[in-house]
């Protein structure tokens, strides 16, 4: 009969332990950076309505004037 321990770490297991430590704070500014974004573009968007809003409310109401030949 063959003793089986636990199994050994590999080297490939070891880098990608270290990556997801290094990785994790940067994983959480990723985020925190894409929901800013997220955010910026909500206002932005906004602003472009009442943008356009104040441009429709600013056109003249009715017929534009004709301009008469010199």
Do not use: C, I, K, Y
Not at 30 to 56: G, I, K, P, S, T
């Amino acid at each position: 009969m063959q003793l089986v321990g636990p199994p050994r770490p590999t080297v490939g297991n070891a880098l990608r332990a270290l990556e997801e430590r290094l990785l994790r704070g940067g994983r959480r500014t990723a985020l925190h950076n894409a929901w800013a974004a997220v955010q910026e573009d909500r206002v932005r968007a906004a602003a472009r309505l009442d943008a356009e809003r104040a441009l429709r409310a600013a056109q003249p109401v009715g017929p534009a004037p004709r301009s008469r030949p010199s």
